[in-house]
């Protein structure tokens, strides 16, 4: 006579089992951590890409804006109307038209503003008067910076350094080269005050660039346009 076996599944089926399902399970962990780093590595880029547009941006604004007008520091010093040094602090300093005045406030429609490099990042400083004035808090508008460079295009030719000369105070062109903390460079060219229909005059040592406002150019890739603003934050 036969005999019945009991309905269910053996130890070794029950072990197999638990070894597929763990194996999908760490199938799965492994595909969710992998979109995490996925979507941090490309938050940080957005980030990134967000802040060199709008530094892109801030500075075509000060700088077509810019304005021959001296100014005084808190000691009384007269200060060039534009100046502009790698090597320096502040790396550039101008005065700007545009400044906006909904209140109607008793001020000037000009505004003193710098750009300087404090530690690893480039700020923007403004000044609430164009003379004998404190600095307003600075204002970050790119971090993880290694180094800066400067030039300065007049009638052809490229300057490291800006102080004024005696046939005009402001330069026509301004070149911005960023290298980040990464190693990768950027370069920005931006058109300054008036000189939209002069910067294109052909010049030995000219870089090439946009017409416009800035231009962004990663070291490894082409130019990117970077659409300027009209007004900067304040």
């Known amino acids: 006579m036969s005999t019945r076996r009991d309905a269910g599944f053996t130890l070794v089926e029950v072990m197999i089992a638990l070894m597929i399902f ?5 199938a799965g962990v492994a595909l969710l951590a992998f979109s ?13 890409t967000g802040a060199l547009s709008r530094l892109s941006s801030i500075l075509t604004a000060d700088l077509a804006q810019a304005q021959d007008r001296n100014t005084r ?9 534009f100046s502009g040094d790698a090597a320096a602090t502040p790396l550039l300093r101008l005065v700007r038209a545009g400044w906006s005045n909904p209140d109607q406030a008793p001020r000037a429609e000009l505004q003193k503003v ?17 003379d004998g004035a404190a600095a307003l ?4 508008l790119l971090d993880r910076v290694r180094t800066v460079q400067l030039r300065f295009r007049y009638r052809g030719a490229w300057s490291d350094t800006w102080q004024g000369n005696p046939r005009a ?7 911005l080269v960023v290298t980040r903390a990464d190693s990768r460079l950027y370069r920005l060219l931006f058109l300054v005050g008036t000189g939209a229909g002069r910067v294109q005059e052909s010049g030995s040592g000219a870089p090439g660039g946009g017409a416009g406002g800035g231009t962004v150019s990663p070291g490894s890739g082409a130019p990117a346009r ?8 304040r």
Do not use: W
């Open 22 to 26: 763990g194996m999908i399970a760490a």
């Open 36 to 48: 995490v780093r996925a979507q941090g590595a490309s938050e940080v880029a957005l980030d990134d």
């Open 73 to 81: 520091d808190v000691n009384g010093v007269l200060l060039p109307a």
């Open 114 to 130: 710098e750009y300087r490099l404090a530690g690893d990042g480039l700020e923007r400083v403004a000044y609430p008067a164009l």
């Open 137 to 140: 808090p600075p204002a970050l």
């Open 169 to 175: 105070a402001l330069p026509q062109a301004v070149e």
């Open 226 to 233: 970077v659409p300027g603003g009209d007004d900067a934050p």
